[in-house]
């Protein structure tokens, strides 16, 4: 695999990480690899209902869980926000 | 034969810019070496230190330290002090005489570039002692570190840490490479003198002096209260050469390294300092919080000496107020987690008593800070050890060489600043450490923080491998140095939660 380098900010952590995943990945399983490694390490586990939502720092929109990181217009060390949204 | 008096001959003796004969005054001190700022060479006649000292007085004095430290030393070699002590105190004496020890070291010759090439001759008389200061620093560091080598091999470090690109070494290097090494006699003076030297080698060695004279550790006391005593005379270079350059038009320039050289110096003694008087020194030991000591040495007596000499609080006041009450807390976690990657063995220091206290001295403490802390406990208390050492590697600032953090929690906020620069994007962990940047980027840019490595492939993507380049090997690698005894008492009462 490629590995990509993110800049993770899951949120509620108290600092950033720094996240080598295969640039093949789509977003949501960015998303899920970051929960495997950080979720009941740093923060709290992901609870049943919660669904992670990831957006690049700055911007206002969250990413499409389907697309793949390679066609999401992400550079290597980009900081991406990784943040709980809950079902209601 | 009548002696004269040093007030006499001293300024007359230390007169020593002559007019050079065999090559230019430009040759003699060049530019780049000297002064970079073009201040005109006359400039420096007024060049006057408050405290003068003949050699013959220095080597006195210096003699009657060396005897009082070494003393101390003696009679308590056979004491069990350090056996004793509580795991927090060992942890602080690992990590201070593994960080400190090449400091003083490279210091010597960063104060014998200063006697060479500053172009006032009080300021070469000083700086000559400064150099000598430097010398026993790093002497008596190693000597006192070597006592403790029979304890732990975390005391190895003491001459082992310069040689290494272990990421605390990576930090301290880039930081006094820049403020130290790298400058012309006038900007270092300004840099490492003032900024440094009267400001925060205080936070080292006064505030822990007494803490450690509080915990018992008369040996380690003593040794940073001779140290001090020799930071105070020589810092003293710096405020000379700050008047001489707002008197001559360069107050921009002089306001300018000084928000450099403060804000570094910050960004190394908060984790620093901070960790060791709010964590590892044990509770009924202490006196003052980090904040509080930063609070009457800084804010208070710093400052006003800064006004005083007409130059302005740095431009991001607000921002270090603020973070006096969160950088170093958010630093404590990741060097607790990240515990493999030190040489010392970090204790977390937060036990429900020490938590107590730091809620009363930092309000909000267990809603943010805390709230990363819980997670832990979870994982300690259900036993699962190994989920309290994350798999990723932390994000690394690109200017300080700390780990990129914030404020955790619910209410917590953690923000990269960024800054695209020739094709490479570089990240921040403040406003601040991107404007430090953003003053001469030629000057850092080329520089690659140990994560930066890590994304390049410069070693092995794997635990082992980043910890291997750091030269960490396995004996060495950090532990909770109380076993996680820490955490017994939360067993009490969230053992069944868990």
Known sequence: ?88 | MAMLKTEEWYDLARATTWTPRYVAPRELFPRELSDVHDLPDEAFDAFDEPYKVTYRDYVRTQREKDVGAYSVRAALARGKFYDNAAPGWQALLQLHFGAATFLEYGSVSAFARATRFGKAGGMRNMATFGSLDEIRHAQVHLRFAYDYLPRSRAFDWAHKAPRTDNWVIISERHTFDDIEHTRDATSFAVMTNFAFETCFTNLQFVALSADAARSGDHTFATMLQTIQSDEARHSQIGEPLLRIMIEHGKKAEAQRLLDVSFWRCWKQFSPLSGICMDYYTPLEHREHSFKEFMQEWVSEQFIRKILDLGLDRPWYWDIFLEELDTFHHAQQIGVYLYRPTEWWHPIAGVSPEERGWLEDKYPGWNETFGACWDVIIGNLLARRTEATIPEPLPMICNMSGFELTGVPGRKGKVVDYTLDYRGRRYHFGSAVDRWIFEQEPERYAGHRSIVDRYAAAVMPQTADGVLDYMGMSPPERGTDRTGYAWVEPYRRTRGKAA
């Not at chain 1, 977003?27 to 495997?36: G, K, L, N, P, Y």
């Open chain 1, 1 to 88: 695999m490629a590995a990509f380098p993110l800049v993770v900010n899951f949120v509620g952590d108290y600092g950033l990480k720094v996240l080598l995943v295969d640039a093949e990945l789509t977003i949501a399983e960015v998303a899920a690899e970051a929960a495997r490694q950080l979720a009941g390490v740093v923060v709290p586990p992901v609870a049943p209902g919660e669904t992670l939502r990831v957006r690049v720092q700055g911007r206002g929109d969250t990413l499409p869980d389907d697309v793949k990181l390679t066609d999401a217009g992400l550079i290597e060390m980009e900081t991406v926000e990784i943040h709980r949204e809950r079902a209601s």
